[in-house]
C-alpha cells in the first residue's frame, strides 16, 4: 500500500516538474531581453541549486 502512494506521489511530482520545465522553455523563447534579478532572488536559487546539486542541474 504504501509504495502504490508513494509511487503516486512520485508520479505527480514529475508531471510537475515536467509540465513547469515545459513552461519555462516556452516562456524563454517569448522573452527577448535578458531577465534581471534581484539579489535575493539570486540567492533564493543559488539555494535550491546547492540543495540539488550540479548533476541535477545540468539535467
Avoid: F, P, W
Avoid at 8 to 32: F, P, S, Y
Amino acid at each position: 500500500m504504501l509504495a502504490y502512494i508513494t509511487g503516486t506521489v512520485d508520479q505527480e511530482l514529475l508531471l510537475r516538474n515536467e509540465h513547469r520545465a515545459t513552461e519555462n522553455r516556452i516562456l524563454k523563447v517569448q522573452i527577448k531581453t535578458r531577465l534581471l534579478l534581484s539579489d535575493s532572488e539570486k540567492v533564493t536559487l543559488a539555494e535550491i541549486g546547492r540543495r540539488l546539486g550540479r548533476k541535477a542541474l545540468g539535467k
